[in-house]
Nanobody, 122 residues
Framework: QVQLVESGGDLVQPGGSLRLSCKVSGSTYSQAWFRRASGTGREGLAYIVDDGITLYSDSVQCRFTISKDNAKHSLYLQMNSLKPDESDMYYC???????????????????WGQGTQVTDSS
C-alpha cells in the first residue's frame, strides 16, 4: 500500500521561500509535485526518479528544486522567489514505474497525497 503525506505548507510573502515535504510509504519509482491550478486541472511542476534525474516545468525552472532522501522515504520541493499567484494547494504524486513521457501529466500517477496549502501572506 502506497501512501503519501505532504507537509510544509504555510503563509509566505512574495519573493519568499518555502520547502514542502512528502513522506512516501511503499515502493514507487517516479515522484512528482503538482499544484491545483484552479480551472486548468493539476499543474505538473517537477519530477524525479530514483537515479536522480529531474524535470521541471517552464513556470518553475530555476526557482524550484525537487529532491529526495531515500533513507528518510521523503520527497521535497524547495520553492524560491515565490509569486503571489502561486498561492495554491500543492500535491506530491508517485508512480510505480519509470516514466519516459508525460512526466508532468497528472494522469501518469497512481498515488496522491492530500495536499498542503501555500498562501500569499501579503
Amino acid at each position: 500500500q502506497v501512501q503519501l503525506v505532504e507537509s510544509g505548507g504555510d503563509l509566505v510573502q512574495p519573493g519568499g521561500s518555502l520547502r514542502l515535504s512528502c513522506k512516501v510509504s511503499g515502493s514507487t519509482y517516479s515522484q512528482a509535485w503538482f499544484r491545483r491550478a484552479s480551472g486548468t486541472g493539476r499543474e505538473g511542476l517537477a519530477y524525479i526518479v530514483d537515479d536522480g534525474i529531474t524535470l521541471y516545468s517552464d513556470s518553475v525552472q530555476c526557482r524550484f528544486t525537487i529532491s529526495k532522501d531515500n533513507a528518510k522515504h521523503s520527497l521535497y520541493l524547495q520553492m524560491n522567489s515565490l509569486k503571489p499567484d502561486e498561492s495554491d494547494m500543492y500535491y506530491c504524486a508517485a508512480a510505480r514505474r519509470r516514466l519516459y513521457d508525460m512526466r508532468l501529466w497528472s494522469s501518469s500517477y497512481e498515488y496522491w497525497g492530500q495536499g498542503t496549502q501555500v498562501t500569499d501572506s501579503s
